[in-house]
């Protein structure tokens, strides 16, 4: 079976699966995927749409014990993990970063716009409040990898939008930094406009939907420990 058939077939069942999981937000009275659907789409997936850590897992998971940070039981992830999907959610609220559950992980996506003003790396001064409320609810959290990519839109050149968008997530790592996260736990990516995630770009909703930063959120296991020793 080729690769194009694996991904075929991968997609084929996160359909289903989304399909058939949908339940009404009592809150808001919007449909979504329930909890446990999330979970059989993490398992389905296979970490094909999550994909690997930033540097992997092994040297990471040996930086982060180094650091006498310790790992979250088997049983204990998901609650570990709803627990702080559901603080970030209440301290950033209104702030235009979105908080997206995939399996037992977590991103964060914040709207370039709202965090950069355009063609800077520099975080804005009214959105450092915001992520400081990520910083505090990560601090709570000790127990995860933090993966910070940063994405541009189509504009511009290739290899200035990769180094725009690298710029961008070390920004908000130094940041996170800064507010005491520790830097064995964080890895940055920039990708440029290779991951438009609005295409085509037919105006300038969509370039403001492809300008983000993407914190990615993964619980450090106990199998995770045990493999990296």
């Known amino acids: 079976m080729n690769i194009k058939t694996i991904k075929l077939a991968t997609l084929a069942t996160i359909s289903a699966m ?14 979504r995927i329930s909890n446990a659907a999330i979970g059989g ?13 930033i540097g992997g897992k092994n040297s990471r998971t040996e930086e982060i014990v180094g650091a006498g940070i310790g790992a979250v039981a088997g049983a204990g992830v998901g609650y570990y993990m709803d627990e702080q999907e ?7 609220a209104g702030t235009g970063i979105d908080v997206e559950r995939q399996g037992d992980q977590l991103v964060l996506n914040m709207p370039g716009d709202v965090t950069f003003d355009y063609n800077s790396a520099l975080v804005k001064s009214q959105f ?11 601090a ?48 940055t990516r920039g990708y440029g406009e ?36």
């Open 18 to 31: 989304a399909l058939t999981g949908c339940v009404t937000d009592p809150n808001t009275g919007e449909k």
């Open 41 to 53: 789409l993490g398992g389905a997936l296979g970490g094909y749409l999550l994909g690997d850590l």
């Open 86 to 92: 559901k603080k970030l959610r209440e301290r950033t």
């Open 128 to 138: 450092r409040s915001a992520l400081d409320n990520v910083a505090s609810t990560l």
């Open 140 to 187: 709570e959290y000790p127990s995860t990898y933090i993966d910070v990519y940063g994405h541009t839109d189509s504009t511009g050149s290739d290899s200035y939008n990769q180094g725009l968008s690298e710029r961008r997530a070390s920004s908000v790592a130094d940041y996170l930094g800064g507010r005491g996260i520790q830097r064995a736990r964080m890895a």
């Open 194 to 229: 290779t991951q438009l995630k609005c295409s085509p770009e037919r105006g300038e909703a969509d370039y403001q939907c492809n300008r983000r930063v993407e914190i990615r959120i993964a619980p450090v296991t106990q199998a995770d420990v045990n493999s990296a020793r």
